[in-house]
């Protein structure tokens, strides 16, 4: 969640631009899901962020790996990453 929030803060208001983000967790159905939502300039198309050379996208990949989990990236007005993993993990 850190990396993704930090990641938020740093490319999507750029300069002057001011906006939110938003994080939340809940549970259903026996699996949390985890969403980090900005209403920034969006990730950029045509990058694939499981596969970059970011360090920090890189951990988070891992991570929802280890907890067998999933994690979505949903473009359009801003950004949200969707992290899915169970409640054992």
Same mark, same amino acid.
């Given at each position: ?6 990641? *938020?803060?740093?490319? *999507?208001?750029? +300069?002057? /631009?001011?906006?939110?983000? /938003? %994080?939340?967790?809940? $549970? ?6 985890? =969403? #980090? /939502? ?6 950029? $198309?045509?990058?694939?962020? =499981? ?9 988070? %990949?891992?991570? #929802? ?9 949903? /473009? ?10 169970? *409640? +054992? *993990?």
């Amino acid at each position: 969640m850190n990396e993704l929030v930090s990641n *938020a803060m740093k490319h *999507a208001f750029s +300069g002057e /631009r001011k906006g939110t983000i /938003r %994080v939340n967790i809940h $549970e259903h159905e026996g699996r949390f899901l985890l =969403t #980090v /939502r900005d209403n920034g300039v969006g990730f950029p $198309e045509g990058i694939d962020f =499981t596969a970059t050379e970011s360090l920090g996208m890189q951990l988070v %990949v891992t991570l #929802v790996e280890q907890l067998d989990g999933s994690i979505d990236l949903i /473009r359009g007005n801003g950004t949200e990453f969707r992290v899915t993993f169970g *409640a +054992g *993990a």
